[in-house]
């Protein structure tokens, strides 16, 4: 149950340790991820309609069944991403399975619901993604985890600027349809002044896209961390994944956060511009601030600011914190 971008990264690692795994999802992963390159066994559940969670905790109409599927595949550990039915963790309890929680940073009154009705006091271990802002932990059993690895590398100067990639991550969520209409208008604006080429990735959005110049449209791409390096620029929503993958390359952006109810996208913006990594804009602000903000990178790529510092830091931060695939490994086996 849960996020596309943890769920494969996860095991595609797992299966590099020779560890079987199981991806039980009602999603079909194929279009948007690298699930046809890895030899992961996906089992489909039975989908319900999207539902409001309180930290992650749901109620799952079909846990019988999930429940059945767990005993034909012989599952010994579960792994959840964010989202799980308490009913199914205290089978596991019962029953004398491994169940493991991964959360994405959580917003401030979520975790706090958590910490006050005992949430996590069901699972044997759970793993918080440490985000660009300081978390404190709230259960004895919770440990603060990097997702990944990042580099230290050399950030190259940004002399001019000629290629934007557009990204709102998988697209489907109502913020999106805000997210490229700002956007679709901001490429029309700066295509009258600027020679700029955009790539832009609409995901599963069902937005209605005015004839955009010089922009390519692609719905996903296999290869985003390349995308990410081959352009000058990028604008993106604040998704926890997103960021760090731009981290990770040094790269400068425009963010503007989409509303979550349990993700705190905004203070995740602000974090990143506070700390000199590029700008937020809120959309509240509107578009006029929007292009005024993008033009004057344009004409000044090299900004007052050293990006190079500031990353490091950030990636210095990050990395002190222990592995999530050292931690899971270390706990399977």
Request: charged content about 25%; overall charge positive; some cysteine.
């Amino acid at each position: 149950m849960g996020h596309m971008s943890l769920t494969t990264k996860l095991s595609y690692e797992l299966l590099n340790n020779n560890i079987e795994v199981f991806l039980f999802t009602e999603h079909d992963y194929s279009d948007y991820s690298n699930f046809k390159k890895i030899k992961l066994r996906m089992v489909k559940i039975p989908s319900q309609p999207h539902m409001k969670s309180l930290g992650g905790k749901i109620s799952y109409k079909y846990k019988a069944e999930l429940i059945d599927l767990l005993r034909i595949y012989h599952i010994n550990i579960l792994i959840f991403s964010t989202f799980y039915d308490l009913d199914i963790v205290k089978y596991a309890r019962a029953n004398n399975l491994k169940s493991i929680l991964v959360s994405y940073p959580l917003r401030d009154s979520h975790r706090e619901i958590i910490k006050t009705r005992n949430y996590f006091d069901y699972f044997d271990l759970i793993l918080t993604l440490k985000d660009i802002y300081h978390i404190e932990k709230i259960s004895n059993n919770e440990k603060i985890v990097r997702p990944f690895d990042i580099p230290i590398g050399e950030h190259k100067k940004l002399n001019n600027i000629s290629k934007v990639l557009v990204t709102c991550g998988g697209g489907g969520r109502p913020s999106s349809n805000i997210f490229f209409n700002l956007v679709q208008e901001l490429i029309i604006e700066l295509s009258k002044y600027f020679k700029l080429r955009f790539t832009l990735i609409k995901g599963n959005s069902e937005f209605n896209f005015k004839v955009l110049p010089n922009t390519e449209l692609i719905k996903w791409s296999d290869s985003f961390l390349d995308l990410v390096q081959s352009h000058d620029l990028i604008i993106a929503e604040a998704g926890y994944y997103t960021l760090f993958e731009l981290i990770s390359l040094s790269k400068p952006a425009i963010i503007i956060p989409g509303e979550r109810r349990i993700d705190n996208q905004e203070y995740r913006a602000i974090k990143y511009e506070s700390e000199s990594l590029g700008i937020a804009f809120f959309p509240e602000e509107g578009i006029a601030e929007l292009i005024e903000k993008v033009t004057s990178i344009i004409k000044n790529p090299k900004g007052k600011n050293n990006p190079q510092f500031n990353f490091s830091k950030v990636i210095k931060d990050i990395n002190s914190y222990p592995s999530i695939m050292d931690i899971l490994k270390n706990e399977i086996n």
